[in-house]
């Protein structure tokens, strides 16, 4: 009775297997997008781009600026930094996914040589819980290792003073 009962659990797991396999409970992604055609009634246009405070501090940024910098925003870490070409493998995966959609909410670029000069960090009330302090943590030190200089400026301080002492290190 019990090889009995091990061969029907054997029989239903190797059902299971060839039902996953042919992409009947986890089809590929392949799949899922060709049968994906129509999006319609699932996305919204955000309103506004950025938060009140990351306006506020953008415009700062520009009245400041005196043509020598370039100003992004939202930029993906990825973007600014990347993971060393002699480190492979799954190695590379691992320490990839520690910059893979991740993003830095300002970037200060030289206008000539297009070199980075800068990562900006604006922080809110959300950095303040355990999860986001430990994502700001990791993009610290990621930025740090590349060599990247960070800012990080709280919201409620005085922007102006904040961008003027910014500006001022970059020369």
């Known amino acids: 009775m019990d090889s009995f009962i091990f061969l029907l659990f054997l029989l239903g797991f190797v059902f299971i297997l060839i039902k996953i396999f042919n992409g009947y409970i986890l089809p590929s992604i392949h799949s899922s997008i060709e049968e994906k055609e129509n999006f319609h009634g699932v996305f919204v246009k955000r309103l506004y781009f950025f938060t009140h405070s ?68 604006l922080n809110g009330i959300s950095h303040n819980r355990k999860l986001q302090r430990k994502y700001d943590q990791i993009k610290e030190q990621v930025l740090y290792d590349a060599g990247v200089s960070l800012f990080k400026i709280q919201i409620g301080e005085n922007f102006t003073e904040k961008v003027v002492d910014m500006y001022r290190s970059l020369i």
């Open 54 to 121: 990351e306006r506020a501090f953008f415009d700062e940024l520009e009245r400041q600026n005196d043509g020598r910098y370039l100003i992004f925003s939202k930029v993906r870490l990825e973007d600014v930094v990347s993971v060393k070409n002699s480190i492979g493998g799954r190695k590379r995966k691992i320490e990839r996914n520690y910059i893979k959609s991740k993003h830095i909410d300002f970037l200060i670029v030289e206008r000539r040589s297009g070199s980075i000069l800068a990562a900006i960090e």
